[in-house]
């Protein structure tokens, strides 16, 4: 990330912020992949439809170009590392940087999909309780949207929590953190949710339905934000992919450190 002396403080509120956003961005977008091999088996699945959730891709592909191609505000640029980070990394392209980021979300997406489906079944039930058609296709892509939701709000949340107690202000951290957003996106597919079917958004929730789709959010969020899955998740992918890492020692360093920094936080909750 280039950044001028005085975004030292910036500079420092990257490492947490990407942390977040690379377990919560990337399981999200897992999810979505997953709904969409369902949502084009549904009926509708054609012509505008169709149309509304490649807008959904095309979305994710401009999000993933800022992120690789940012010209300020780099935060996948390993030219833009600090030296004693750098010095952990071995000869490395920006892509294989992001891709060793993205891994965090693949395997958070793999431990917590028992989550995942229970959170589409409650879509479902509820679904199928207001006779609403293709109820299971319908609720992969509700699952998709809500996942991409929280997604959004972990990267604002962490970002406000990344500055709190400094100087800077929030439009100044979204300036850089506002890149790793994927509101776009969920919004894109909201639009394409809609369009699939119209009812999923015009029946009124029962008190019941309403608590349990609740509850599986909030258990999919506490997850992806707990330290076991950040802290874990980080280490899985550390060890996954050693050739990102300069030496076996740099690699095994960094696994020890990801370790000890989830130890701490679990004992200072």
């Not at 004693?84 to 060793?100: C, H, L, P, Q, V």
């Not at 995942?116 to 409650?122: F, G, R």
């Not at 949340?157 to 800077?168: F, K, L, M, Q």
């Not at 015009?202 to 339905?209: C, D, G, M, V």
Request: charged share 25%; hydrophobic share 40%; glycine share 4%.
């Amino acid at each position: 990330m280039t950044c001028r002396s005085d975004d030292a403080v910036i500079f420092g509120c990257a490492s947490m912020v990407k942390l977040y956003c690379g377990v919560a961005n990337n399981a999200a977008w897992m999810v979505a992949l997953e709904a969409f091999d369902h949502v084009k088996k549904h009926r509708n699945y054609r012509f505008n439809v169709k149309r509304l959730y490649g807008r959904c891709f095309d979305e994710f592909r401009r999000y993933e170009h800022r992120l690789l191609h940012a010209q300020e505000n780099r935060l996948f640029h390993v030219a833009d590392m600090d030296e004693k980070t750098r010095k952990r990394y071995g000869n490395i392209s920006d892509r294989e940087y992001y891709d060793f980021w993205v891994s965090i979300g693949d395997i958070c997406y793999q431990r917590t999909h028992p989550l995942v489906t229970s959170l589409w079944n409650k879509y479902r039930l509820s679904l199928l309780h207001h006779a609403v058609p293709e109820a299971a296709v319908l609720a992969w892509s509700m699952t998709a949207h809500a996942c991409l939701m929280i997604a959004s709000d972990v990267c604002e949340c962490v970002t406000e929590a990344a500055i709190s107690g400094t100087w800077i202000t929030k439009s100044e951290a979204w300036r850089v953190f506002g890149q790793l957003s994927l509101s776009r996106v969920a919004q894109a597919w909201n639009v394409a949710l809609q369009a699939t079917d119209p009812s999923v958004d015009e029946y009124k929730l029962e008190s019941t339905e309403f608590k349990n789709i609740v509850m599986g959010l909030n258990q999919l969020r506490e997850s992806w934000l707990s330290a076991e899955m950040l802290y874990g998740c980080t280490r899985a992918s550390a060890e996954e992919y050693g050739e990102v890492f300069r030496t076996m020692g740099e690699q095994r360093k960094a696994m020890r450190e990801l370790m000890e920094l989830e130890e701490e936080v679990k004992n200072d909750t």
